[in-house]
């Protein structure tokens, strides 16, 4: 069976290779070998390291005497207590097991006999990246570990190469993207940081003990390693669907945190786990236990994980982190005690700019058009010349710069769910033909954008029976059916040129510059067709996915695409490396919405970060006010039925969206603090601030009926005096304020009862 992933290419050397996450950018690359270092372990033993990184970021690559080879330090700043030497690689083979039972990634038999090759570092451009070259003499097997990280930025992105240069083959089962000791002294004061996401609850972060999660079982005391381990897992190809790929572990003694996310649009899993000399940490996309994954490796094939990054802080909501502290500014002004609430934005600001660098750049990341979309608590899939045209006018007068037609735009029956995949315009829905609507967007000043779900095609749809049955996902021969519909398996020709067509036909002859790309089925295990397993199968689709969006925006580089799946389903950054914004949530209760766009920016670029705001004419002043500030932070998501408004409301929504475009090139630059804490799910009060070196910008709600006060910690302005002014809403009552200059606590008071938002912009008084 063919080793390496069907549908791509056998992985480049490293010499002309980039991240696996889109193609290198061209750029003179500098390659240079890596020189080891001597450094006494104790009395009787030397270590070798090897040390790579630049001016936010140092990486200390350790070869014990045993061989082991292992991250002894991955920081912005002291390095700390030395971790547990937890192999740099980790490679599960059926013929090889693990050196001892467990059910973790750690320890692997071929993870544990890796000895060190070489070494080679290149710079290409803003990135420096690392390759470190590994090899098992029994099996013949080969791991090149690849690290890359901005210059500036205290993050890694890391992933595997395994490559058979033996003489029999290798049945994979698991390789880590990513595997090291976390740096603190023990791994009883450590903390998770981590999220749940379902449909219309997405984002719900929690902090806890590692210690509630795996108890202290004293392994110092029996001179081994524990074999139980925190696994949290994603399945199928809704790659949030249950849980985020993003998480952490922080050190309250110390401020130290790590920030990782798996950067895979279909299954993933993270590990934390415990050695006897402390926390290890691993990361991994679909492996044979979790996901029914397995490769087999004929002698000279080899395989390529997923990426997956990791940002770290060394004490600080932005650590000692170079270039990122100097733009940000040094929090505790005041000498605030540190811990996890100062690390955690540490590493939040420090997961940001690493997300920035990632990204494909786009002329929508500087611009951040306002989008009105027709769809949420507004047409809700039933668009018709005759409902649109005074929508658009309407959200033309209120400033919307895109105005997106959602689903139900093909159908003309009016039962379009297990019939889509042709993506024709309806001809009932629009008797002049869905040019003249679009045509009016854009006489109104604004880019059209529809709807699509193109990795779909209904069971009733005429391009069933059209494409080859090899272009669909199948299981024993059978097309897998979720949901009335069929899975296109983007490693077929005929499904690419299928859509290639569609997206062609509606940006060539209709005009269309966005496309809401939505996703909301999830097929499961994978497909057998043409995979050593089914997981195979999944991740060869999941990469020949991207691959088609990176042609599309190859073709049309204007094209601005929305991702979108139930909501955010699919909230990965494989996906958001490519595509400009993202949407938060399904979600259709306002008061529910704010936890979730509070949350966002933990696991998105504000930038990206497309939230809702429905403002609705049965809403009170302070309700309308209230759905808009959701969307303000972030990507303004506007719907809503405003043409049947009333004057004052329809001006409260003009003033929404020009307080936006006042902010918005600040928060395309900011990064995310809490100053209330991460938000619960049911919390009274919630807060996001967005910090950017002049301003910080922080958005409010109270969900609390009768008055109510909170206190906004803000230790980066700390000793200092502050201007507070309201970005909006500026008509309606004002909020009482009072600021402790000495401890940075913005103490603010709700003087109006119900639910109340309010977008504030604080300046630094000199």
């Not at 696996?20 to 450094?39: M, V």
């Not at 970021?57 to 547990?84: F, K, N, T, Y």
């Not at 209120?398 to 379009?416: K, L, M, P």
């Not at 302070?622 to 405003?642: D, F, I, K, Q």
């Amino acid at each position: 069976m063919q080793g390496t992933t069907p549908g791509l290419p056998p992985p480049r050397p490293f010499s002309s290779r980039g991240s696996p996450s889109r193609p290198a950018r061209r750029h003179d690359r500098r390659r240079t070998r890596l020189d080891r270092q001597e450094t006494q372990v104790n009395s009787r033993h030397t270590e070798t390291s090897l040390v790579w990184g630049h001016s936010a970021l140092r990486v200390v690559i350790a070869i014990s005497p045993d061989g082991v080879v292992s991250i002894r330090e991955l920081g912005a700043g002291d390095p700390g207590p030395r971790p547990p030497a937890q192999p740099l690689v980790e490679v599960l083979t059926a013929g090889q097991g693990r050196a001892r039972a467990s059910h973790r990634f750690s320890d692997t038999a071929v993870g544990r006999r890796f000895t060190y090759v070489g070494a080679e570092q290149v710079r290409d451009g803003q990135w420096h990246e690392l390759r470190v070259t590994l090899r098992d003499e029994q099996t013949g097997l080969e791991a090149h570990a690849h690290l890359r990280s901005a210059e500036g930025v205290p993050a890694v992105q890391s992933w595997t190469t395994i490559a058979n240069r033996g003489t029999a083959e290798a049945v994979v089962l698991g390789v880590t993207s990513f595997a090291a000791g976390f740096p603190a002294g023990s791994a009883g004061g450590l903390q998770v940081v981590r999220a749940d996401s379902e449909w219309l609850g997405e984002s719900r972060w929690r902090v806890r003990p590692l210690r509630e999660e795996m108890a202290d079982l004293n392994l110092p005391l029996h001179g081994q390693d524990g074999r139980g381990r925190l696994a949290v897992t994603s399945t199928g190809t809704w790659s949030t669907g249950q849980h985020l790929p993003t998480a952490g572990l922080l050190d309250p003694d110390s401020g130290r945190a790590w920030l990782w996310q798996v950067e895979h649009n279909g299954p993933w899993r993270w590990e934390v786990g415990e050695r006897r000399d402390g926390a290890y940490v691993a990361l991994l996309g679909p492996t044979d236990i979790d996901h029914q994954w397995h490769t087999v490796l004929a002698p000279g094939e080899s395989f390529t994980t997923v990426p997956a990054s990791v940002a770290v802080s060394s004490g600080g909501p932005h650590g000692a982190s170079g270039r990122l502290h100097d733009v940000f500014g040094g929090l505790h002004a005041s000498g605030a005690s540190r811990g996890a609430s100062d690390a955690l934005p540490g590493a939040a600001a420090a997961l940001t700019a690493h997300r920035r660098a990632l990204v494909r750049p786009h002329q929508d990341l500087a611009r951040l058009p306002v989008v009105f979309n027709d769809y949420m608590n507004t047409l809700m899939g039933d668009p018709t010349t005759a409902k649109l045209i005074p929508l658009i006018d309407a959200a033309a007068e209120a400033g919307a710069e895109v105005f997106c037609v959602d689903a139900g735009w093909y159908d003309d029956d009016g039962d379009w769910w297990d019939s889509v995949g042709e993506w024709q315009p309806s001809q009932t829905r629009f008797p002049g033909g869905i040019e003249e609507v679009l045509s009016h967007i854009r006489g109104r000043g604004m880019v059209p954008g529809l709807w699509l779900e193109p990795e779909v095609i209904g069971v009733r749809s005429p391009m069933a029976d059209k494409l080859p049955a090899e272009a669909f996902l199948q299981r024993g021969g059978t097309r897998i059916v979720e949901h009335g519909r069929y899975h296109l398996d983007l490693r077929h020709p005929a499904a690419v040129a299928h859509l290639d067509e569609v997206v062609d036909r509606l940006v060539e002859q209709l005009g269309v510059g966005y496309f809401k790309l939505d996703y909301n089925i999830d097929p499961g295990a994978g497909t057998d067709v043409d995979a050593a397993s089914p997981g195979a199968g999944l991740l060869a689709c999941n990469r020949a996915h991207l691959a088609w969006l990176e042609a599309v925006l190859d073709r049309h580089p204007d094209l601005i695409l929305e991702n979108c799946a139930s909501g955010a389903m699919r909230m990965d950054y494989a996906l958001l490396s490519r595509m400009q914004l993202q949407s938060t949530s399904d979600q259709q209760d306002p008061l529910l919405y704010p936890p979730i766009a509070v949350a966002a920016p933990l696991s998105v670029l504000p930038e990206q970060s497309a939230s809702w705001a429905y403002p609705q004419p049965y809403m009170d002043d302070e309700r309308v006010a209230y759905s808009l500030c959701t969307g303000m932070l972030g990507r303004l998501y506007l719907s809503g039925h405003l043409p049947t408004m009333t004057g004052a409301q329809r001006q409260a929504v003009r003033a929404a969206v020009a307080a936006y475009r006042d902010i918005r090139t600040d928060l395309a630059a900011a990064v995310p603090v809490w100053p209330l804490g991460l938000p619960g799910w049911a919390d009274p009060w919630l807060s996001l601030g967005l910090t950017t070196p002049d301003h910080t910008y922080v958005g409010v709600w109270c969900r609390a009926d009768e008055r109510a006060t909170a206190s906004l910690s803000l230790p980066h302005l700390a000793g200092r005096r502050i201007d507070v002014e309201v970005v909006y809403p500026r008509h309606l009552p004002a909020w009482d304020g009072e600021w402790d200059q000495e401890t940075g606590r913005l103490v603010l008071t709700k003087p109006v009862s119900g639910p109340s938002a309010r977008i504030f912009r604080i300046s630094p008084v000199s």
